[in-house]
């Protein structure tokens, strides 16, 4: 797949790399052309890079990897509903503020990233996914022992299984993907965070985890 | 031990009846006394009930199992700080507000009901726990395959020893307890809420699920 990723950094690069390694074509997009790690990153990986418009031109796949909070404005430099339509664009976000000293979510509760997105861009085809566990483990769940349980939530059921083909491409296996339903589902997996920073303390820094879903 | 139960609703008797079932001494508190719902319950189980206040006053531990949003104002009831000095509250209650047709929590983000509890009643040793499952869980986690783990938050190294204990006489293995530490914890664990919510619609109503943290 051609697949353009927004957003150059940890998060953003990883997911290049894992996707250069499954020999997927991949624009990774900054907000500036000529952005140095983006250069740098695109030279070590024979990918290219460009801007946000440069990434999601060419591409049948958009990776929002990007901070949440300013994850509509980069889609925005991108080309906005006109550059996304008909695209699927997998929001791997969360609207993370630890500029306070403490986490805080920029938007939650009443609304959150994902939904953000699909009203901004109506014509696009958000998915959100994986955006419950650590860049590392987004890619390559095999990090934690199985089985580990991976969130999908958006509106159009052909853009989640172009997501969850991807996932599957990555290690995550179909038993392990837990379908939500809609992408108003995202305020819950984005509400998950402050959670999960807390857990990843108690595990005393650990970032290779992630919880199980288990029913009676 | 002699418990007092702050709330008559499905949590409230759930908690009453499985501690008489491990022939603890128990009193349901209402807001009101000659609550029908209480009378009939202790009635049934040997047990006593009667205010907020008779509750927490001869109480070695409290459990609230109010609604989140009017738990402070139950507490007030009770006696306040000055009836709740050195009593280990647990606090198993959720900020849940169905009142617009969908899922908000009355408190989130920058602050908690644990951490209002321990605000506003700073004698009080407040421990939040077992929020995080249905109200049959909590007190029977057998009712889900393990392993799967409950959280504990609170500032009182000794209160959480004492939850524990009881938690062990539920069925929660030690193994299965993670302490998140202070009790400005409880915001990740109540902001859990949504992605519960999420959870149980898409295992089709089954509120016998928990999640497991795993870690690589």
Redesign the interface.
């Known amino acids: 797949m051609r697949i353009g990723i927004l957003g150059t950094g940890t998060v953003g690069q990883t997911f290049g790399t894992r996707l250069r390694n499954l020999d997927h074509d991949v624009t990774l997009g900054a907000r500036e052309t000529g952005n140095p790690r983006a250069v740098e990153w695109a030279e070590a990986h024979a990918a290219q890079c460009g801007t946000f418009a440069d990434a999601v031109a060419g591409a049948d796949l958009v990776i929002n990897a990007t901070a949440g909070q300013y994850a509509v404005n980069a889609l925005e430099m991108a080309g906005g509903n006109a550059a996304l339509a008909g695209k699927v664009v997998l929001d791997v976000s969360n609207p993370l503020d630890f500029g306070s000293g ?1 986490l ?2 920029t938007v ?3 609304d959150s990233v994902g939904e953000q997105l699909q009203r901004a861009f109506p014509d696009a085809r958000v998915v959100k996914s994986l955006n419950t566990v650590n860049g590392s ?1 987004m890619v390559e769940p095999s ?3 199985p ?3 991976i ?1 999908i ?1 958006g509106e159009d059921p052909s853009a989640k299984e172009v997501v969850i083909g991807l996932l599957g491409q990555f290690g995550w296996a179909k038993g392990s993907v ?4 809609g992408i ?2 995202s ?3 984005e ?9 990843m ?3 005393d820094g ?1 970032l ?9």
Chains 1, 2 share one sequence.
């Open positions: 403490e805080r979510l939650c509760n009443t483990v990090l934690v022992p089985p580990h349980t969130f939530a837990l379908d939500l339903g108003k589902e305020r819950g997996m509400m998950y965070m402050p959670l999960w920073v807390s857990i303390r108690a595990l650990n290779a985890f992630n919880i199980n879903v288990v029913q009676g």
